[in-house]
């Protein structure tokens, strides 16, 4: 999509259920990838096992002993996503969210930034989605370079030692995770559960 046919503007308040709908349809294209991947680490598969063994003394079904842990797992982490991702963020220090909208005044992606928790942590995308309309076609790119500026003026305004921008990705979000490398970023770190990466960090020094 030409630079000329989109621009980045802060949400307006009619665009909340629209936005909201986007992120959710966001959180779904990735929660069944990071669900597998989580419920398939060996710790995991051991407390499932675990569960499972236990209801055989309460339940009369062995395969419901058996599946049942199996779907509350899977559920707790769809509803643990979606609460995060799948809705809006509280205000931030940094504005927004605001909303890529194409010539036609059609919103294709939402952004939302916050400052980090430390000093010199920089700024940290805490919502970044595109429509499946319109992916692959510039748009999250266009995202990110605005990001980029919004982070480098709140450090230059904040006073901090250095511009930084942290992008938190789901470990199963390939394509975002290829853009980010596309773009300059590297990954350090991220955060999860019982020795497991579920959320990769992606940084960059502006």
Known sequence: MAPSHLSVREMREDEKPLVLEMLKAGVKDTENRVALHALTRPPALLLLAAASSGLRFVLASFALAL???????????????????????????????????????????VLALAPGTNAGDGARVTRLSVSRWHRRRGVGRR????????????????????????VPVAVAAWGVAGLLEGCGYQAEGGWGCMGYTLVREFSKDL
Request: glycine share 18%; charged share 15%; with cysteine.
């Open 67 to 109: 599946l049942l842990p199996v779907f509350l797992a899977v559920a707790a982490v769809k509803l643990g996503l979606r609460a995060w991702w799948g809705s809006l963020p509280p205000p931030g220090g940094l504005g927004g969210p605001w909303v890529a909208v194409r010539g036609s005044g059609d919103v294709c992606g």
């Open 143 to 166: 995202l990110l370079a605005f990001a980029e500026s919004r982070a480098r003026a709140w450090a230059g305004g904040m006073g901090e030692p250095r511009a930084r921008l942290v």
